[in-house]
């Protein structure tokens, strides 16, 4: 019998899956090791900024959206909208 959760932000794996690549296609195209890969899927390590950015523009999410994704807290973070001028 299944648990009824409260709706959650997809995993990491969910959204490179989402986005069409394998963890090892992610990982080339990040330039880095798949096994760093698997370290952010784990929640082990966190990614630098410059991966992070990279990772925000392959997958076409929000920065709050990967960073729901890394298990970061992202409560309080407002949501991304666009300026108006």
Known sequence: MEKN????D???KDLIKLAGYT???????LN???STVRYYI??????GVKIF???????DKSP??????LGID????PDDQPSEE
Do not use: N
């Open 5 to 8: 959760k409260p709706t959650q």
């Open 10 to 12: 997809p995993s990491l």
């Open 23 to 29: 963890q090892k296609s992610f990982a080339q195209a």
């Open 32 to 34: 880095t090791a798949y």
């Open 42 to 47: 784990s929640g082990e390590k966190m990614p």
């Open 53 to 59: 950015a990279d990772m925000c523009r392959l997958l």
């Open 64 to 69: 709050k959206q990967v960073m729901a994704a």
């Open 74 to 77: 992202v409560s309080g973070i």
